[in-house]
Protein backbone atom coordinates (compact mmCIF):
# COMPACT_ATOMS: atom_id res chain seq x y z
CA UNK A 1 0.00 0.00 0.00
CA UNK A 2 2.99 2.31 0.63
CA UNK A 3 4.50 1.41 -2.62
CA UNK A 4 1.05 2.43 -4.21
CA UNK A 5 -0.01 5.59 -2.41
CA UNK A 6 3.55 7.22 -0.98
CA UNK A 7 6.14 7.17 1.71
CA UNK A 8 3.60 9.26 3.76
CA UNK A 9 0.80 6.87 3.89
CA UNK A 10 -0.58 5.36 6.91
CA UNK A 11 -1.90 2.30 7.32
CA UNK A 12 -4.39 3.04 9.32
CA UNK A 13 -5.91 5.46 6.92
CA UNK A 14 -6.33 1.94 5.10
CA UNK A 15 -8.01 0.28 7.91
CA UNK A 16 -10.27 2.89 7.83
CA UNK A 17 -10.89 3.25 4.34
CA UNK A 18 -11.54 -0.47 4.37
CA UNK A 19 -13.96 -0.36 7.22
CA UNK A 20 -16.10 2.43 5.73
CA UNK A 21 -16.54 0.53 2.82
CA UNK A 22 -16.77 -2.68 4.10
CA UNK A 23 -20.02 -0.77 5.82
CA UNK A 24 -22.57 -1.05 2.77
CA UNK A 25 -22.17 -4.90 3.16
CA UNK A 26 -21.25 -5.72 6.59
CA UNK A 27 -23.10 -5.23 9.48
CA UNK A 28 -25.62 -2.67 11.91
CA UNK A 29 -22.62 -1.65 14.30
CA UNK A 30 -21.08 -0.10 10.85
CA UNK A 31 -24.30 1.87 10.70
CA UNK A 32 -24.58 3.74 14.09
CA UNK A 33 -23.55 7.01 14.27
CA UNK A 34 -20.19 7.90 16.36
CA UNK A 35 -22.79 10.01 18.40
CA UNK A 36 -25.12 7.68 19.50
CA UNK A 37 -25.33 5.85 22.26
CA UNK A 38 -24.06 1.89 22.41
CA UNK A 39 -27.23 -0.03 21.48
CA UNK A 40 -28.66 -3.70 20.65
CA UNK A 41 -27.73 -4.58 17.34
CA UNK A 42 -31.28 -6.04 17.14
CA UNK A 43 -32.58 -2.91 17.80
CA UNK A 44 -30.62 -1.22 15.08
CA UNK A 45 -31.54 -4.12 12.12
CA UNK A 46 -35.39 -3.40 13.22
CA UNK A 47 -34.79 0.62 12.73
CA UNK A 48 -33.27 0.03 9.79
CA UNK A 49 -35.75 -1.96 7.96
CA UNK A 50 -37.97 0.38 9.21
CA UNK A 51 -36.71 2.80 7.33
CA UNK A 52 -37.08 0.94 4.13
CA UNK A 53 -40.72 0.74 5.18
CA UNK A 54 -40.97 4.49 5.93
CA UNK A 55 -38.68 5.06 2.95
CA UNK A 56 -41.50 3.24 0.50
CA UNK A 57 -44.19 4.93 2.30
CA UNK A 58 -42.94 8.62 1.41
CA UNK A 59 -42.32 7.45 -2.68
CA UNK A 60 -46.11 6.26 -2.24
CA UNK A 61 -46.94 9.81 -1.01
CA UNK A 62 -45.30 11.57 -3.73
CA UNK A 63 -46.22 9.75 -6.28
CA UNK A 64 -50.39 10.45 -5.35
CA UNK A 65 -49.37 14.32 -4.97
CA UNK A 66 -51.36 15.75 -8.16
CA UNK A 67 -48.32 16.86 -9.74
CA UNK A 68 -46.28 14.15 -9.88
CA UNK A 69 -49.11 11.95 -10.57
CA UNK A 70 -49.44 13.42 -13.98
CA UNK A 71 -45.70 12.27 -14.69
CA UNK A 72 -46.23 8.72 -14.96
CA UNK A 73 -48.02 9.14 -17.86
CA UNK A 74 -44.43 9.34 -19.11
CA UNK A 75 -44.33 5.69 -17.80
CA UNK A 76 -44.54 2.89 -21.05
CA UNK A 77 -47.73 1.05 -20.88
CA UNK A 78 -48.85 1.75 -17.58
CA UNK A 79 -52.16 3.47 -17.83
CA UNK A 80 -53.74 3.09 -21.94
CA UNK A 81 -54.64 -0.59 -23.23
CA UNK A 82 -52.01 -2.53 -20.79
CA UNK A 83 -53.42 -5.99 -20.17
CA UNK A 84 -56.20 -7.48 -19.61
CA UNK A 85 -59.22 -8.59 -17.83
CA UNK A 86 -59.78 -12.29 -17.83
CA UNK A 87 -58.74 -12.84 -20.74
CA UNK A 88 -60.36 -9.84 -22.18
CA UNK A 89 -58.46 -7.48 -23.85
CA UNK A 90 -59.15 -4.04 -22.06
CA UNK A 91 -58.75 0.16 -23.03
CA UNK A 92 -58.56 1.98 -20.33
CA UNK A 93 -58.03 5.86 -19.86
CA UNK A 94 -56.78 5.50 -16.36
CA UNK A 95 -55.22 9.37 -16.47
CA UNK A 96 -57.24 10.37 -13.24
CA UNK A 97 -56.56 7.62 -10.86
CA UNK A 98 -52.27 6.77 -12.10
CA UNK A 99 -51.14 7.78 -8.62
CA UNK A 100 -53.76 4.72 -7.38
CA UNK A 101 -52.23 2.17 -9.62
CA UNK A 102 -48.27 3.15 -8.36
CA UNK A 103 -49.11 3.08 -4.78
CA UNK A 104 -50.41 -0.05 -5.55
CA UNK A 105 -47.54 -1.28 -7.23
CA UNK A 106 -44.94 0.43 -4.32
CA UNK A 107 -46.75 -1.79 -1.90
CA UNK A 108 -46.27 -4.66 -3.74
CA UNK A 109 -43.10 -3.99 -4.10
CA UNK A 110 -42.59 -3.75 -0.10
CA UNK A 111 -44.65 -6.67 0.17
CA UNK A 112 -42.35 -8.60 -2.02
CA UNK A 113 -39.25 -7.77 -0.04
CA UNK A 114 -40.26 -8.63 3.70
CA UNK A 115 -42.11 -11.52 2.34
CA UNK A 116 -38.59 -12.67 0.78
CA UNK A 117 -36.33 -11.71 3.90
CA UNK A 118 -39.53 -13.56 6.06
CA UNK A 119 -38.81 -16.85 3.66
CA UNK A 120 -35.34 -16.30 4.28
CA UNK A 121 -34.98 -16.08 8.17
CA UNK A 122 -37.48 -18.86 8.47
CA UNK A 123 -36.17 -20.70 11.91
CA UNK A 124 -33.13 -18.22 12.54
CA UNK A 125 -32.39 -18.76 16.31
CA UNK A 126 -29.46 -16.93 16.99
CA UNK A 127 -26.62 -14.76 15.48
CA UNK A 128 -24.43 -17.55 14.95
CA UNK A 129 -26.73 -18.81 11.67
CA UNK A 130 -24.91 -17.46 8.74
CA UNK A 131 -28.17 -16.02 7.66
CA UNK A 132 -28.13 -13.93 10.85
CA UNK A 133 -25.19 -11.46 8.88
CA UNK A 134 -27.89 -11.39 5.80
CA UNK A 135 -30.36 -9.81 8.56
CA UNK A 136 -28.26 -7.81 10.18
CA UNK A 137 -25.74 -7.00 7.46
CA UNK A 138 -25.45 -6.06 3.54
CA UNK A 139 -27.63 -2.89 4.02
CA UNK A 140 -26.31 -1.58 0.58
CA UNK A 141 -27.47 -4.71 -1.47
CA UNK A 142 -30.73 -4.88 0.82
CA UNK A 143 -31.33 -1.41 -0.78
CA UNK A 144 -30.42 -2.43 -4.08
CA UNK A 145 -33.31 -5.10 -3.48
CA UNK A 146 -35.60 -3.14 -3.11
CA UNK A 147 -35.10 -0.61 -5.71
CA UNK A 148 -34.80 -3.37 -7.98
CA UNK A 149 -38.45 -5.23 -6.87
CA UNK A 150 -40.22 -1.65 -6.79
CA UNK A 151 -38.72 -1.14 -10.77
CA UNK A 152 -39.68 -4.44 -11.76
CA UNK A 153 -43.05 -3.66 -10.05
CA UNK A 154 -44.14 -0.93 -12.49
CA UNK A 155 -43.81 -3.32 -15.64
CA UNK A 156 -46.44 -5.41 -13.84
CA UNK A 157 -49.51 -5.68 -17.09
CA UNK A 158 -52.25 -4.17 -15.52
CA UNK A 159 -55.15 -6.72 -16.12
CA UNK A 160 -56.54 -8.35 -13.11
CA UNK A 161 -53.41 -6.93 -11.24
CA UNK A 162 -55.02 -3.64 -9.33
CA UNK A 163 -58.41 -5.58 -8.69
CA UNK A 164 -56.79 -9.24 -6.87
CA UNK A 165 -54.56 -7.04 -5.23
CA UNK A 166 -56.98 -4.80 -3.53
CA UNK A 167 -58.01 -8.44 -1.45
CA UNK A 168 -54.59 -9.13 -0.93
CA UNK A 169 -54.42 -5.38 0.85
CA UNK A 170 -57.61 -5.95 2.37
CA UNK A 171 -56.73 -9.07 4.50
CA UNK A 172 -53.20 -7.99 5.34
CA UNK A 173 -54.52 -4.95 6.62
CA UNK A 174 -57.23 -6.56 8.76
CA UNK A 175 -54.34 -8.51 10.08
CA UNK A 176 -52.42 -5.30 11.00
CA UNK A 177 -55.03 -3.59 12.45
CA UNK A 178 -55.01 -6.56 14.93
CA UNK A 179 -51.66 -6.30 15.45
CA UNK A 180 -52.17 -2.44 16.39
CA UNK A 181 -55.41 -3.34 18.54
CA UNK A 182 -52.52 -5.83 20.50
CA UNK A 183 -50.05 -3.42 20.54
CA UNK A 184 -52.63 -0.58 22.19
CA UNK A 185 -53.94 -2.69 24.66
CA UNK A 186 -50.49 -3.23 25.73
CA UNK A 187 -49.75 0.27 25.81
CA UNK A 188 -53.22 1.30 27.70
CA UNK A 189 -52.35 -1.49 30.70
CA UNK A 190 -48.55 -0.67 30.61
CA UNK A 191 -49.08 2.81 30.72
CA UNK A 192 -52.28 2.00 33.65
CA UNK A 193 -49.18 0.16 34.99
CA UNK A 194 -46.98 2.80 35.50
CA UNK A 195 -48.64 5.67 36.54
CA UNK A 196 -50.05 3.94 39.56
CA UNK A 197 -47.01 2.75 40.58
CA UNK A 198 -45.62 5.71 40.55
CA UNK A 199 -48.20 6.70 42.43
CA UNK A 200 -47.89 4.76 44.67
CA UNK A 201 -44.35 5.01 45.21
CA UNK A 202 -44.44 8.59 45.61
CA UNK A 203 -47.39 8.54 47.99
CA UNK A 204 -48.46 11.52 45.52
CA UNK A 205 -52.34 12.73 44.66
CA UNK A 206 -51.02 14.17 41.70
CA UNK A 207 -50.41 10.82 39.85
CA UNK A 208 -54.59 9.67 40.59
CA UNK A 209 -55.19 13.33 39.23
CA UNK A 210 -53.15 12.51 36.19
CA UNK A 211 -55.38 9.52 35.11
CA UNK A 212 -58.77 11.02 36.14
CA UNK A 213 -57.50 13.89 33.81
CA UNK A 214 -56.63 11.61 30.92
CA UNK A 215 -59.38 9.49 31.02
CA UNK A 216 -61.79 12.08 30.85
CA UNK A 217 -60.50 13.71 28.11
CA UNK A 218 -60.41 10.09 25.90
CA UNK A 219 -64.07 10.05 26.99
CA UNK A 220 -65.21 13.18 26.14
CA UNK A 221 -63.46 13.12 22.89
CA UNK A 222 -65.19 9.70 22.21
CA UNK A 223 -68.37 11.43 23.64
CA UNK A 224 -67.71 14.39 20.58
CA UNK A 225 -66.75 12.43 18.20
CA UNK A 226 -69.94 10.08 18.44
CA UNK A 227 -72.27 12.95 18.23
CA UNK A 228 -70.26 14.32 14.84
CA UNK A 229 -70.58 11.12 14.01
CA UNK A 230 -74.82 10.94 14.25
CA UNK A 231 -74.41 14.43 12.86
CA UNK A 232 -72.21 14.03 9.23
CA UNK A 233 -72.69 10.19 8.88
CA UNK A 234 -76.39 10.17 9.66
CA UNK A 235 -79.98 10.98 7.89
CA UNK A 236 -83.14 11.26 10.15
CA UNK A 237 -84.34 9.24 7.11
CA UNK A 238 -82.27 6.68 5.49
CA UNK A 239 -78.63 5.79 6.71
CA UNK A 240 -79.98 2.73 8.28
CA UNK A 241 -76.42 1.14 8.03
CA UNK A 242 -74.64 3.44 9.96
CA UNK A 243 -77.08 4.48 12.54
CA UNK A 244 -76.39 0.64 13.34
CA UNK A 245 -73.25 0.74 12.87
CA UNK A 246 -72.41 3.47 15.55
CA UNK A 247 -75.25 2.36 18.03
CA UNK A 248 -73.44 -1.20 18.01
CA UNK A 249 -69.89 0.35 18.98
CA UNK A 250 -71.22 2.66 21.41
CA UNK A 251 -73.12 -0.14 23.07
CA UNK A 252 -69.95 -2.19 22.96
CA UNK A 253 -67.81 0.29 24.21
CA UNK A 254 -70.11 1.06 27.39
CA UNK A 255 -70.08 -2.70 28.53
CA UNK A 256 -66.25 -2.91 28.41
CA UNK A 257 -65.96 0.33 30.38
CA UNK A 258 -68.57 -1.15 32.99
CA UNK A 259 -66.70 -4.53 32.73
CA UNK A 260 -63.40 -2.90 33.75
CA UNK A 261 -64.34 -1.52 36.98
CA UNK A 262 -66.55 -4.47 37.96
CA UNK A 263 -64.85 -5.64 41.44
CA UNK A 264 -64.44 -8.74 40.65
CA UNK A 265 -62.28 -7.72 37.89
CA UNK A 266 -60.55 -5.39 39.94
CA UNK A 267 -59.94 -7.74 42.29
CA UNK A 268 -58.35 -10.08 39.64
CA UNK A 269 -56.18 -7.71 38.08
CA UNK A 270 -55.95 -4.41 39.95
CA UNK A 271 -54.38 -2.36 37.30
CA UNK A 272 -57.38 -2.33 35.22
CA UNK A 273 -59.67 0.99 35.11
CA UNK A 274 -61.06 3.43 33.05
CA UNK A 275 -57.78 4.65 31.53
CA UNK A 276 -57.52 1.51 29.36
CA UNK A 277 -60.64 1.83 28.57
CA UNK A 278 -61.10 4.89 27.76
CA UNK A 279 -58.45 4.46 25.29
CA UNK A 280 -59.78 1.28 23.57
CA UNK A 281 -63.56 3.34 23.01
CA UNK A 282 -61.17 6.15 21.44
CA UNK A 283 -59.45 4.01 19.04
CA UNK A 284 -62.65 1.94 18.42
CA UNK A 285 -64.33 5.29 17.76
CA UNK A 286 -61.89 5.95 15.43
CA UNK A 287 -62.11 2.95 13.33
CA UNK A 288 -65.82 3.56 13.24
CA UNK A 289 -65.24 7.27 11.51
CA UNK A 290 -62.29 5.52 9.09
CA UNK A 291 -65.39 2.54 7.97
CA UNK A 292 -68.17 5.07 7.56
CA UNK A 293 -65.95 7.08 5.87
CA UNK A 294 -65.47 4.29 3.04
CA UNK A 295 -69.62 4.19 3.03
CA UNK A 296 -70.21 3.91 -0.39
CA UNK A 297 -73.37 6.55 -0.78
CA UNK A 298 -73.23 9.97 -1.34
CA UNK A 299 -76.14 10.88 1.24
CA UNK A 300 -74.77 8.98 4.25
CA UNK A 301 -71.11 9.87 3.26
CA UNK A 302 -69.96 13.64 2.71
CA UNK A 303 -66.55 12.78 2.32
CA UNK A 304 -66.93 10.26 -0.07
CA UNK A 305 -65.16 10.92 -3.62
CA UNK A 306 -65.07 8.94 -6.63
CA UNK A 307 -63.46 9.37 -9.44
CA UNK A 308 -63.74 7.88 -13.00
CA UNK A 309 -61.54 8.12 -16.32
CA UNK A 310 -63.20 11.29 -17.40
CA UNK A 311 -61.32 13.12 -14.85
CA UNK A 312 -64.96 14.40 -12.57
CA UNK A 313 -65.28 14.06 -9.50
CA UNK A 314 -69.14 13.81 -7.72
CA UNK A 315 -68.28 15.03 -4.19
CA UNK A 316 -68.04 18.62 -3.34
CA UNK A 317 -64.46 17.91 -2.48
CA UNK A 318 -61.63 19.09 -4.86
CA UNK A 319 -60.59 16.29 -7.49
CA UNK A 320 -56.78 15.84 -5.93
CA UNK A 321 -57.79 15.66 -2.60
CA UNK A 322 -57.22 12.02 -1.47
CA UNK A 323 -55.61 12.76 1.76
CA UNK A 324 -58.97 12.88 4.08
CA UNK A 325 -58.99 13.23 7.98
CA UNK A 326 -59.29 9.35 8.70
CA UNK A 327 -56.10 8.83 6.45
CA UNK A 328 -54.16 11.23 8.42
CA UNK A 329 -54.86 9.40 11.49
CA UNK A 330 -54.48 6.05 10.48
CA UNK A 331 -51.07 7.37 9.04
CA UNK A 332 -49.96 8.23 12.41
CA UNK A 333 -50.95 5.52 14.33
CA UNK A 334 -49.37 3.22 11.45
CA UNK A 335 -45.78 5.13 12.00
CA UNK A 336 -45.92 4.85 15.87
CA UNK A 337 -46.81 0.91 15.94
CA UNK A 338 -44.41 0.53 13.30
CA UNK A 339 -41.82 2.25 15.98
CA UNK A 340 -43.20 0.49 18.91
CA UNK A 341 -42.52 -3.39 16.83
CA UNK A 342 -39.27 -2.17 16.22
CA UNK A 343 -37.93 -0.80 19.02
CA UNK A 344 -39.30 -1.99 21.94
CA UNK A 345 -40.59 -5.18 23.62
CA UNK A 346 -43.83 -5.12 25.98
CA UNK A 347 -43.63 -5.42 29.85
CA UNK A 348 -46.04 -7.88 29.64
CA UNK A 349 -44.54 -11.79 29.11
CA UNK A 350 -47.58 -13.04 27.42
CA UNK A 351 -47.71 -10.21 24.34
CA UNK A 352 -43.89 -10.65 24.35
CA UNK A 353 -44.87 -14.56 23.70
CA UNK A 354 -48.15 -13.69 21.44
CA UNK A 355 -45.70 -10.85 19.22
CA UNK A 356 -42.60 -13.68 19.64
CA UNK A 357 -40.41 -11.02 21.04
CA UNK A 358 -38.35 -11.93 23.86
CA UNK A 359 -35.64 -9.33 24.38
CA UNK A 360 -35.50 -9.42 28.03
CA UNK A 361 -33.61 -12.48 27.91
CA UNK A 362 -31.94 -12.41 24.96
CA UNK A 363 -28.38 -11.33 24.37
CA UNK A 364 -27.25 -11.88 28.20
CA UNK A 365 -23.47 -11.70 27.35
CA UNK A 366 -24.12 -8.52 24.88
CA UNK A 367 -24.36 -6.41 27.58
CA UNK A 368 -20.69 -6.92 28.85
CA UNK A 369 -19.59 -5.93 25.05
CA UNK A 370 -21.37 -2.88 24.78
CA UNK A 371 -19.34 -0.57 27.03
CA UNK A 372 -15.55 -2.12 25.97
CA UNK A 373 -13.08 0.40 24.55
CA UNK A 374 -16.26 2.98 25.96
CA UNK A 375 -16.68 3.37 22.37
CA UNK A 376 -20.36 4.42 20.64
CA UNK A 377 -21.41 0.72 18.82
CA UNK A 378 -23.91 -1.99 18.16
CA UNK A 379 -23.11 -4.75 20.12
CA UNK A 380 -24.18 -8.25 18.96
CA UNK A 381 -27.13 -9.44 22.15
CA UNK A 382 -28.12 -12.54 20.04
CA UNK A 383 -25.30 -14.92 20.56
CA UNK A 384 -27.46 -17.38 22.87
CA UNK A 385 -30.54 -16.44 21.14
CA UNK A 386 -32.30 -13.92 18.74
CA UNK A 387 -33.93 -10.95 20.63
CA UNK A 388 -37.13 -11.37 18.01
CA UNK A 389 -38.29 -13.84 15.75
CA UNK A 390 -36.99 -12.56 12.43
CA UNK A 391 -39.16 -13.77 10.32
CA UNK A 392 -42.63 -12.81 12.39
CA UNK A 393 -41.10 -9.50 12.64
CA UNK A 394 -40.88 -9.39 8.48
CA UNK A 395 -44.42 -10.58 8.72
CA UNK A 396 -45.09 -7.64 10.75
CA UNK A 397 -43.76 -4.98 7.99
CA UNK A 398 -45.13 -6.87 5.52
CA UNK A 399 -48.96 -6.53 7.18
CA UNK A 400 -47.47 -2.68 7.65
CA UNK A 401 -46.80 -1.93 3.83
CA UNK A 402 -49.92 -3.47 2.78
CA UNK A 403 -52.10 -1.48 5.71
CA UNK A 404 -50.39 1.86 4.66
CA UNK A 405 -50.94 0.64 0.90
CA UNK A 406 -54.47 0.79 1.76
CA UNK A 407 -54.83 3.52 3.81
CA UNK A 408 -53.13 5.54 0.75
CA UNK A 409 -55.41 5.08 -1.37
CA UNK A 410 -58.69 5.32 1.29
CA UNK A 411 -59.52 1.80 0.53
CA UNK A 412 -60.91 2.47 -2.74
CA UNK A 413 -60.47 0.12 -6.21
CA UNK A 414 -61.71 0.39 -9.28
CA UNK A 415 -65.06 -0.93 -10.23
CA UNK A 416 -65.99 -3.76 -12.92
CA UNK A 417 -65.54 -1.62 -16.19
CA UNK A 418 -62.14 -0.37 -14.48
CA UNK A 419 -63.41 3.56 -15.33
CA UNK A 420 -64.21 4.31 -11.80
CA UNK A 421 -62.74 4.02 -8.40
CA UNK A 422 -65.01 3.39 -5.66
CA UNK A 423 -65.28 3.23 -1.97
CA UNK A 424 -66.63 -0.31 -1.59
CA UNK A 425 -68.83 -2.33 0.93
CA UNK A 426 -65.38 -4.59 1.96
CA UNK A 427 -63.54 -1.91 3.23
CA UNK A 428 -66.49 -0.72 5.71
CA UNK A 429 -66.58 -4.68 6.93
CA UNK A 430 -63.47 -5.31 7.13
CA UNK A 431 -62.53 -2.35 9.26
CA UNK A 432 -65.91 -2.63 11.32
CA UNK A 433 -64.71 -6.05 12.07
CA UNK A 434 -61.74 -5.08 13.43
CA UNK A 435 -63.27 -2.68 16.06
CA UNK A 436 -65.28 -5.92 17.06
CA UNK A 437 -62.38 -7.93 17.64
CA UNK A 438 -60.61 -5.33 19.37
CA UNK A 439 -63.32 -4.83 21.91
CA UNK A 440 -63.63 -8.51 21.93
CA UNK A 441 -59.73 -9.01 22.57
CA UNK A 442 -59.82 -6.28 25.26
CA UNK A 443 -62.87 -8.11 27.02
CA UNK A 444 -60.89 -11.18 27.37
CA UNK A 445 -58.22 -9.31 28.76
CA UNK A 446 -60.07 -8.61 32.07
CA UNK A 447 -61.95 -11.26 32.09
CA UNK A 448 -59.23 -14.29 31.18
CA UNK A 449 -58.21 -14.63 35.15
CA UNK A 450 -62.09 -14.98 36.02
CA UNK A 451 -62.48 -17.64 33.48
CA UNK A 452 -59.16 -19.49 33.93
CA UNK A 453 -58.40 -18.76 37.40
CA UNK A 454 -55.62 -21.41 37.52
CA UNK A 455 -53.33 -19.46 34.64
CA UNK A 456 -50.93 -16.64 35.90
CA UNK A 457 -52.10 -13.47 34.35
CA UNK A 458 -49.73 -11.03 36.14
Known sequence: ????????????????????????????????????????????????????????????????????????????????????????????????????????????????????????????????????????????????????????????????????????????????????????????????????????????????????????????????????????????????????????????CLVVSAVSILPKVQDAQPHSGLLQASLITLYTIYVTWSALANVPTQTCNPTLLVRNSTGSATANQPLTTWWDAPSIVGLIIFILCTLFISVRSSDHPQVNKLMLTEESGAGVGGEAGAGESGLHRAYDNEQDGVAYNYTFFHLCLLLAALYIMMTLTNWYRPDESLQVLTSPWTAVWVKICSSWAGLLLYLWTLVAPLVLPDRDFS
Not at 7 to 32: H, I, K, R, Y
Not at 210 to 226: D, E, G, H, M, Q
Open 1 to 252: LSACFGANFDPSDAGMLLLQVSCLCGSAPCLLCGCCPSTKNSTISRLLFTFFLFLGTLVSIIMIIPGVEKELHKLPGFCEGSGSVLGVQTHVDCSSFLGHKAVYRMGFAMAAFFFLFAVIMVCVRSSKDPRAAVQNGFWFFKFLVLVGITVGAFYIPDGAFTSVWFYFGVVGSFLFILIQLVLLIDFAHSWSQLWLRNAGESNAKGWYAALCIVTFIFYAASVAAIVLLYVYYTKPEGCTEGKVLISINLIL
